[in-house]
C-alpha cells in the first residue's frame, strides 16, 4: 500500500458515503468507482486551469498571408490546459499548446478572473512550458508518488478545453495506466483519451493525487507537436508529476532546457543484441572530453548495467543538458570509471563524415566504383579517380582493413565515423586494375553541389538477374511535350488512366510488367487520391529514388501532370518515381495527416526497386513546409527534403548518424516571407545538417528558375555521396 | 482519417468479475471499504454491463438507407421508441431514398419510412413499416422501447457519469447480431465547438462529450445510455472539432433545445418600425412527440445575415494578418469605446466572455451577435493585466462620413 493515509481515508470515505446513502441498496461497485472518480477529479480541479492564446500563426510557422495564401501548417487555436504547480503563479502545460507561436497567452483560475501570462521556460525534452501569472496562494496537487504508479491503476485525463466555464468541473477521460517509463524513461503511457482538448492537464489517480502532465509524445520523433497524430488513440501520455515539480526550480530560472547528450555513436546499427561498443565519439563532445574513446565499452552508467545501445538511450533519455553521470567502460581488458561527465546540449550534433565521392549505383561486384570524386575533397587529395575501386577500409590507426561489400556498407562505415578521423582505403585502380592503399583524412559534408554529376549513375544490377529485362527503346514522352520547370500553363490534356497503360502493356511483351507513366491511385481504405509518376524506360535492374511532391494550397501545383512533365527527363536520366499524395482540406496540409501520406509513399516504396539513400520531400509554399515537417518526422524514410519559398514550421530537430537528411531551401527575393525563409536555413545550419541554399533573383512566389533548378537536379542526384 | 483513430474500442467490462478493471490497491480499498457496511458481501455492480446491453439492444434497430459511395456509408443506427415502430435515428442522408430498411434485434428485415427530420437538431423519426398496411395504421408490432418522454424528464448526466453506447459502428453487427458495445464517461457536457461557426453543422445545442471512441460510420443514431441502461442521449455523426482541429465523439442529448434567434420588423405603440428579436425554441422532446404523430412542423431558420453590428469606435491596428491581434490604435473621439475608457495599445482579448484571436474574429462577432444599444463587455489587456471594460455599443456613423481616421497629432 504506496498511497497515502489521507487519500486512504480520502476514498474510505467516498466509496463509504456512496453506499450508505440508498442503504437498502446492493452494494454497487460501479457506483462506488464512478464516484471516487468525480471526487478524485474534484479534489484536483481547483488546480486545472484554462490557458487562451491571441495572436500568433494561425497555422504552426509562418502564417502571414502572401499572394500564394497561406503559408504553414494548420493548427488547432482552441482553449487548452494546464496545471498550477507553484501556490506564487506557476502553472506547467504542454509546450504544444504554443507551437503555433502566440502574442498573448491568459490563464484562467477556477474561481478567480482571468490573467495575463508569461512563458517563463520550456522543458525541449519532456515538451513542457512553464508559465507565469500574478496570482497568490493557488492550490497546488498532489503528486502521486512515481516509483508507486502501478501498470492496470486507473487514471482521468482531465482537461478545460471543451467547457468554456472554467467554475464547471474538468473535462475527464477515463483509462488505466498502460506502461511506465515509456519515451526514454520520461512518461507515463495511458489509454485515457489524450488530445489537443487536454494536453497541459493533469493525469490523476483515483485518489486525487496527480499522476503526470499530459503531453503528446512520440518515441520516433521530437518536438512540441510529435505524437499529436496518435491524438485519441488509445496511447497517450504524461510526465510524472514528481518529474514535473523536480524539474519546476531549474524552469523558473528562465533558461530553456535541453537533452543532455554523451556525443557517441554506436560501433554497429544493432541496438539490442550487440553489446555497446563506442563506433564514433563527437569531437567536443561530453564524451570526448571525459576522454572516452572510439573502441571503448560501456559497461554501466549510474550504477546501471549497460548490456546494449538500447538500454543506454533509456538510461540517457532522461537527462538534460549539465546532468552528470558516471559510466564505466572496459577498455581492451581494462576496466575504468569516468565520474561527473557532464552532459552537453545540442551544440555538438551530429555531423557526418564525407570523403568525397559519389558511387555507382546497383552494382553486383564487389567493392564500390566512383562515380564522381568532388573537387577539392580528401577523396581527390588521396588520388581516388572516376572509375577506381574501393574495396577496402578502415580507421588509418586500425591493424588491417574491412572489405567493403557495396555502396550501402560503405555509406554505413562512414556514418560511424566523425570528422577529423583518418581513413585507409583500398582501391583497385581503373587503369590497369592495379591496387593501391591510400590514405584520407575525412571532413565534414560541405555545403557544396558537384559541378557536373556524370551518367550513367547505375549499373544495373540491382537484385541480380531475376528482374525483369530492361527495355531497349527509346522511353516515349507520356505529355506530348517536355518543358522546363518554369513552364506555368497546364494544357488540358487528358487525365492520366491507368486501364489504357495496361492494355497498352498487353502487346509489348519486352516491357518490364511493372506500371509506368502517370499513374492515378486511391488509397482504398482512406479513399484519398495520390498520383504516381513512374519513368516510360523504369528498369527494375535500377534503384530508383522518390521525390514525394507536396503540393501548394494554390491549384496550380496539384496538378500531377504538370509537375512530373518538369522532373520527366529527372526521373528517366536520374531514375526517379515521383510520389504525388493530395492535402485532404482545400486550406493546406495538416500535420495529422503525415500517417495518411507515409501509407502512400510505403506503397509505392514496396512496387518499385528503390534507392533508399535518394527518398525525399519536395515541396513548395505550405508543400514546402509539410515536406519539411514530414522529412523529420519519417526519418526512416527520408534523406531529404527540398522546398521552395517555405519556412520550417517547428523548431528542427538534431541530426543524427544513421539517418541523415539534407536539405535543399530555396525562396524568391521578392518573396515576403524570404527573411522567415533565410532563418529556416541559418536554425537548419546551426544544427549542422548539410544545406544548400538558393535564394532567386526577382522572384516572388514561383518555382524554381532554371539555374535552381539544374543545382537541385544535382542536389537529387548527390544524396549518395560519400 | 478514420483509420488514425482506433476502429471501435473494446466492449464494456463485465461485472462480474469487479477486480478486473482495478488495480490492486483500489479494489482493496474498495473491499475494505465495502466489508464495513456490509459485512463481507461481495463488491459486484447492482447492474451488470450485460444485463443493461441486453435489455438495450432489443430497443435498437439497424438501419440501412441511401449511400455506399465516397465516405458516405449506407448504413447507420436507430433507437425505438414506440410499441409500433418508431425510431429516432440521426438526420443523415441515409434516409434521403425511398427504399428505407430497418433490421430489428431479432434479425427480422422491415421497410422503414421517414416521418420528421429536424435538423436543427439533427435527428430524424421513422417508422417501420409491415407489408398491407398504411403508415398511419398501427403495425400490431409491441415491440420493445426506450419511453422517450420519460428519458427526457430526467436530470441531465454529469462529467465523470458512466455511460455505454450502443451503436452499429462499422456495419460490424449483422441481422440478428446484437450492436456493439462501447464503455466510456461524460467528458463534458457543452456546446460543440464550433462556436465562431468555423463548423458546417446545424446543431448548436449542448451535446454530451464521451471519452469513447463512438462516432464512427455507421454509429449515428445510436444510443448513448446510462450504466442502468437509461436513454440519455443520440450518438452523433463524424465531425472535427474546428478548434482543436480533432474527432470529436458526441451525442445530443435527449432534452436538447436550440434557440432560433431572429430578427423581425415590428411597429412600436407609436407606429415606427424597429427590429426586434424573435426567440423560436426547438426541443427534442418536442420534436420527439409531435413527430410520433405526424404533427411536427419544421421552423425554419432565418439565413443569418450579418448586420452592421453596433457600432464601437476602435481603430485598430492595420489589418495585415490573418491573425493581426486585436491592438487598438486610437478610439475616435466621443465613441462609445471612447466613453467607455478604451486607449490605444490596449489589446482587446475577450468580448462577452469570447476570446478574440485576432481583428477579424472581433469584427465577426460583433456583426453576427449584437445590434446598436447593446452592452458588451469587454476585457482588454493593458500593460500585464487584464481590465474589464462595459462599453454600449452605438449607431453607426451614416454612409456619408465613414469612421473618421484619427487626425495626426
Known amino acids: 500500500m504506496r498511497a497515502t493515509l489521507s487519500s486512504r481515508r480520502l476514498l474510505l470515505a467516498v466509496v463509504a458515503a456512496a453506499l450508505a446513502a440508498p442503504a437498502a441498496r446492493a ?44 503559408n504553414g501548417i494548420r493548427k488547432g487555436t482552441g482553449p487548452t490546459t494546464g496545471l498550477v504547480v507553484d501556490p506564487d503563479g506557476f502553472v506547467v502545460t504542454s509546450s504544444f499548446n504554443f507551437a503555433n507561436k502566440p502574442t498573448d497567452i491568459f490563464v484562467t483560475v477556477p474561481g478567480k478572473p482571468r490573467f495575463v501570462a508569461k512563458v517563463v521556460a520550456t522543458d525541449q525534452t519532456r515538451m513542457l512550458t512553464l508559465l507565469k501569472i500574478d496570482a497568490k496562494g493557488l492550490a497546488v496537487p498532489e503528486a502521486f508518488p512515481k516509483a508507486g504508479i502501478d501498470i492496470g491503476q486507473w487514471s482521468l485525463a482531465l482537461g478545460r478545453t471543451s467547457d468554456p466555464d472554467a467554475d464547471h468541473p474538468p473535462s475527464m477521460s477515463v483509462g488505466i495506466v498502460s506502461a511506465t517509463n515509456r519515451i526514454w524513461g520520461k512518461a507515463i503511457q495511458t489509454d485515457a483519451k489524450t488530445s489537443p482538448v487536454n494536453y497541459g492537464g493533469p493525469l490523476v489517480a483515483l485518489n486525487g493525487q496527480v499522476l503526470g502532465v499530459i503531453v503528446p509524445a512520440s518515441n520516433r520523433a521530437e518536438g512540441e507537436t510529435a505524437g499529436v497524430d496518435v491524438y485519441d488513440g488509445g496511447i497517450g501520455f504524461a510526465i510524472p508529476l514528481e518529474d514535473v515539480f523536480a524539474v519546476v526550480p531549474r524552469l523558473k ?26 563506433g564514433a565519439v563527437q569531437p567536443d563532445s561530453a564524451a570526448a572530453r571525459a576522454g572516452i574513446q572510439v573502441g571503448d565499452k560501456i559497461l554501466e552508467v549510474d550504477g546501471k548495467k549497460i548490456p546494449n545501445f538500447s538500454t543506454l538511450q533509456h ?96 555509406i554505413a562505415a562512414l556514418q560511424r565515423m566523425t570528422p577529423g578521423t583518418e581513413v585507409k582505403i583500398e582501391v583497385k585502380r581503373k587503369d590497369g586494375g592495379k591496387t593501391d592503399t591510400v590514405t584520407a583524412k575525412l571532413v565534414p559534408a560541405p555545403d557544396a553541389l558537384p559541378d557536373a554529376v556524370p551518367l550513367p549513375s547505375s549499373k544495373g544490377k540491382a537484385g541480380g538477374a531475376a528482374q525483369p529485362k530492361p527495355k531497349d527503346k527509346e522511353p516515349k514522352d507520356p505529355f506530348g511535350r517536355a518543358d522546363g520547370p518554369t513552364d506555368g500553363d497546364a494544357s488540358a490534356e487528358d487525365e492520366p488512366k491507368k486501364d489504357e497503360k495496361k ?62 512533365r518538369t522532373f520527366r527527363d529527372v526521373c528517366e536520366d536520374r531514375n526517379f518515381i515521383m510520389v504525388g499524395p493530395k492535402s485532404g482540406g482545400k486550406d493546406g496540409w495538416v500535420p495529422s495527416e503525415t500517417e495518411v501520406v507515409m501509407q502512400d509513399v510505403k506503397t509505392v516504396l514496396g512496387q518499385y526497386t528503390i534507392d533508399r539513400t535518394r527518398v525525399v520531400a519536395h515541396g513548395q509554399g505550405n508543400g514546402g513546409q509539410m515536406a519539411f515537417y514530414v522529412g523529420f518526422n519519417a526519418r526512416d524514410v527520408f534523406r531529404g527534403v527540398g522546398t521552395v519559398g517555405a519556412v520550417l514550421g517547428t523548431n528542427p530537430k538534431d541530426n543524427v548518424a544513421n539517418q541523415p537528411l539534407s536539405f535543399f531551401v530555396s525562396g524568391g527575393d521578392k518573396d515576403p516571407l524570404i527573411k522567415d525563409i533565410r532563418e529556416s536555413k541559418d536554425l537548419l545550419t546551426e544544427r549542422r545538417f548539410p544545406v544548400i541554399y538558393r535564394e532567386m533573383k526577382e522572384s516572388g512566389k514561383e518555382y524554381f528558375d532554371p539555374p535552381t533548378f539544374t543545382d537541385f537536379i544535382a542536389w537529387l542526384d548527390s544524396l549518395d555521396r560519400i | 482519417m478514420t483509420l488514425l483513430r482506433p476502429p471501435v474500442e473494446a466492449g464494456g467490462v463485465t461485472a462480474h468479475d469487479p477486480n478486473a478493471p482495478m488495480t490492486r490497491h483500489s479494489t482493496w480499498f474498495l473491499a475494505a471499504a465495502l466489508a464495513a457496511p456490509f459485512a463481507a458481501a461481495p463488491a459486484r455492480a447492482a447492474d451488470p454491463f450485460n444485463e443493461v446491453a441486453e435489455k438495450a439492444n432489443q430497443k435498437m434497430v439497424k438501419v440501412f438507407g441511401a449511400g455506399g459511395f465516397s465516405r458516405l456509408n449506407s448504413y447507420g443506427t436507430g433507437i425505438i421508441i414506440s410499441p409500433d415502430g418508431h425510431v429516432l435515428t440521426a438526420a443523415s442522408q441515409l434516409l434521403d431514398t425511398s427504399e428505407l430498411v430497418v433490421h430489428l434485434y431479432d434479425g427480422q428485415r422491415l421497410k422503414a419510412q421517414v416521418l420528421a427530420v429536424e435538423p436543427e437538431l439533427d435527428v430524424a423519426i421513422i417508422k417501420i413499416r409491415v407489408e398491407g398496411k398504411k403508415i398511419e395504421e398501427p403495425t400490431g408490432l409491441n415491440l420493445d422501447y426506450f419511453d422517450f418522454a420519460a428519458a427526457a424528464k430526467r436530470p441531465p448526466a454529469e462529467t465523470g457519469d458512466w455511460v455505454l453506447a450502443l451503436t452499429n459502428t462499422f456495419e460490424i453487427a449483422l441481422r440478428d447480431e446484437p450492436l456493439s458495445l462501447q464503455r466510456g464517461v461524460v467528458m463534458a457536457r457543452t456546446k460543440l465547438a464550433g462556436r465562431r461557426g468555423v463548423f458546417e453543422f446545424p446543431y448548436t445545442g449542448d451535446v454530451y462529450v464521451v471519452d469513447a471512441i463512438t462516432n464512427n460510420p455507421g454509429a449515428a443514431g445510436g444510443a448513448l445510455l446510462t450504466r442502468k441502461g437509461e436513454l440519455i442521449g443520440v450518438v452523433g455523426r463524424e465531425i472535427k ?100 475608457g478604451l486607449r490605444p495599445d490596449d489589446l482587446v482579448s475577450f468580448i462577452d466572455g469570447e476570446p478574440v484571436a485576432s481583428i477579424n474574429v472581433f469584427q465577426t462577432w460583433l456583426k453576427k451577435n449584437t445590434r446598436p444599444g447593446q452592452v458588451v463587455r469587454i476585457e482588454v489587456r493593458r500593460g500585464e493585466a487584464l481590465q474589464t471594460i462595459e462599453m454600449t455599443l452605438g449607431v453607426p456613423p451614416k454612409a456619408a462620413t465613414p469612421t473618421p481616421a484619427p487626425m495626426p497629432k
Open chain 1, 27 to 70: 452494494a454497487d461497485v460501479n457506483e462506488a468507482t464512478e464516484r471516487a472518480m468525480k471526487a478524485a477529479s474534484a479534489k484536483v480541479a481547483p488546480a486545472v486551469v484554462k490557458i487562451e492564446t491571441a495572436g500568433g500563426a494561425e497555422v504552426v510557422g509562418a502564417g502571414k498571408k502572401g499572394p500564394g495564401g497561406e
Open chain 1, 253 to 278: 530560472q528562465g533558461k530553456d532546457l535541453k537533452r543532455g547528450l554523451l556525443g557517441i555513436n554506436p560501433q554497429g546499427t544493432d541496438a539490442y543484441n550487440a553489446p555497446p561498443v563506442i
Open chain 1, 503 to 564: 492494355e497498352e502493356k498487353k502487346d509489348d511483351k519486352d516491357k518490364p510488367k511493372v506500371e509506368t507513366g502517370l499513374l492515378k491511385r486511391t488509397n482504398e481504405a482512406l479513399g484519398r487520391e495520390y498520383w504516381v509518376y513512374v519513368p516510360d524506360n523504369y528498369d527494375a535492374g535500377k534503384s530508383y529514388g522518390v521525390i514525394v511532391w507536396f503540393h501548394d494550397t494554390n491549384e496550380a501545383t496539384k496538378d500531377g501532370k504538370q509537375v512530373s
Open chain 1, 315 to 410: 538510461v540517457l533519455g532522461p537527462k538534460y543538458e549539465g546532468d552528470e553521470i558516471a559510466i564505466k567502460i572496459a577498455r581492451g581488458d581494462k576496466e575504468q570509471e569516468f565520474k561527473g561527465v557532464k552532459l552537453v546540449g545540442t551544440s555538438t550534433a551530429y555531423v557526418s563524415a564525407f570523403l568525397g565521392v559519389l558511387p555507382m549505383r546497383d552494382d553486383a561486384e564487389p567493392g564500390v566504383e566512383v562515380r564522381y570524386v568532388y573537387p577539392k575533397s580528401p577523396a581527390e587529395a588521396a588520388g581516388i579517380k572516376v572509375g577506381d575501386r574501393i574495396t577496402k577500409l578502415g580507421p588509418a590507426a586500425a591493424p588491417a582493413l574491412s572489405p567493403v561489400a557495396n555502396r550501402n556498407a560503405l
Open chain 2, 241 to 340: 472539432n474546428s478548434l482543436s482541429d480533432t474527432w470529436m465523439n458526441y451525442a445530443i442529448p435527449v432534452n436538447a433545445k436550440v434557440d432560433i434567434k431572429e430578427v423581425v420588423k415590428t411597429k412600436d405603440k407609436d407606429g415606427k418600425e424597429k427590429d426586434e428579436e424573435k426567440v423560436t425554441t426547438v426541443t427534442m422532446p418536442d420534436f420527439v412527440a409531435l413527430g410520433m404523430q405526424g404533427k411536427y412542423k419544421n421552423v425554419t431558420r432565418p439565413k443569418t445575415v450579418l448586420g452592421e453590428g453596433g457600432y464601437h469606435g476602435i481603430v485598430f491596428v492595420p489589418n495585415i494578418l490573418d491573425r493581426t491581434p486585436a491592438y487598438v490604435e486610437d478610439v475616435v473621439p466621443g465613441s462609445p469605446a471612447a466613453k467607455a
